[in-house]
């Protein structure tokens, strides 16, 4: 894969979102609310203006860089030590930013059992997940997965905005559309023999006792091959050794075409959810308030998707939404398996 190609915002456009945030976060917005008032949703003219750079990345691309979002970071204050223990104060500006910017390209949510339901995600390192594959860990690389693979309603794009990143730690992106696999590994992946559960940041949410559903590691969708991977929480449904195999080539594939993205703070990466996957380099962590920090928010803008998908359960995770996201819903609302759709 190529360098990336970095889109610039406008500064007019930049000076308009930066003032429009300012006045919402004056009047009490944090990134986890400023979804829910439909007042506080960007007016037309700035949201058109925004689509012609911060627009979803083409299928062929599979993800976009975008600079020049965000206002000053001097007043976000050190890394937390832990995804919870955040000031969201200090970050509202750019937690408020985030969350409007995303609500562009669709509906944003979260997860019942992920960071207390948040829609605005804290990715930074957390004593004690150092050599986990979650977004908390550190001295081990975080191995190339989709978001939230064991989940039907998994987002379609993800968004991964920049607040510190001093020693220039990598994120890694690797498209399905890129990979060098024989026929005959494509066609035991497109089998649903394998189950994917959920990842350690769930606790002890997920239900991996519940019955397990076949799925497909890739399929054919409308503009090209897409994917569903996370080799870390994948369960074999199958002992048959081609299969296992095939499984294991495919992230030899990802390794031979994958690129290393390091994220400037500021920097807003946005991610096709089934045609990339991405994960991170090792790095030490320091624990000192200035170690990595990134945002993270999921989307939803439904695409064409294995219909065998409809019928699984999820591991019984809910998604939450905002009221302005789920009709006639409040606050922080949760659905199963089915979306209602912004509006």
Request: with cysteine; charged share 20%; proline share 7%.
């Given at each position: 894969m190529s360098l990336p190609q970095i889109d610039y915002v406008p500064g007019e456009t930049a000076i308009q979102l930066q003032e429009a945030v300012r006045s919402r976060v004056a009047a009490g917005a944090l990134?986890?609310?400023?979804?829910?008032?439909?007042?506080?949703?960007?007016?037309?003219?700035?949201?058109?203006?925004?689509?012609?750079?911060?627009?979803l990345p083409c299928p062929s691309r599979g993800y976009r860089m975008v600079r020049g979002l965000f206002g000053s970071l001097d007043a976000v204050g050190p890394t937390p030590a832990h995804w919870s223990q955040d000031a969201p104060r200090e970050t509202a500006e750019f937690d408020v930013t985030l969350?409007?910017?995303?609500e562009t390209l669709g509906a944003v949510f979260g997860w019942a059992d992920q960071q207390d339901g948040r829609?605005?995600?804290n990715i930074l390192p957390s004593k004690g997940c150092e050599d986990m594959q979650i977004g908390a860990s550190s001295v081990v690389?975080?191995?190339?997965?989709?978001?939230?693979?064991f989940h039907p309603e998994r987002a379609d794009f993800l968004l991964l905005a920049?607040?510190?990143?001093?020693?220039?730690?990598g994120s890694r992106l690797a498209s399905i559309r890129d990979v060098a696999l024989d026929p005959a590994d494509l066609a035991r992946l497109r089998e649903p023999s394998v189950t994917i559960e959920p990842d350690d940041s769930y606790g002890d949410h997920g239900a991996p006792r519940m019955p397990s559903h076949g799925m497909a590691t890739v399929w054919d969708g409308p503009d090209g091959l897409c994917v569903r991977y996370d080799p870390s929480y994948t369960r074999f449904l199958t002992e048959?050794?081609?299969?296992?195999?095939?499984?294991?080539r495919l992230g030899d594939a990802f390794e031979e075409c994958g690129a290393v993205i390091s994220m400037s703070p500021g920097d807003l990466l946005v991610i096709d959810n089934d045609v990339m996957v991405h994960g991170r380099v090792s790095f030490r962590p320091r624990y000192d308030g200035t170690d990595r920090w990134l945002k993270r928010v999921l989307v939803r803008a439904p695409r064409s998707r294995p219909e065998s998908e409809a019928h699984e359960h999820g591991f019984g995770q809910e998604r939450v939404f905002?009221?302005?996201?789920?009709?006639?819903?409040?606050t922080g609302a949760r659905t199963g398996g089915s979306a209602h759709p912004a509006g």
């Open positions: 990134g986890n609310t400023v979804l829910s008032r439909p007042e506080w949703q960007l007016p037309g003219p700035l949201r058109a203006a925004l689509g012609t750079t911060v627009a969350a409007l910017v995303a829609l605005v995600h690389p975080l191995a190339w997965h989709t978001e939230d693979g920049c607040v510190r990143n001093p020693d220039g730690v048959e050794k081609e299969v296992i195999r095939s499984l294991e905002s009221s302005a996201a789920v009709r006639g819903a409040g």
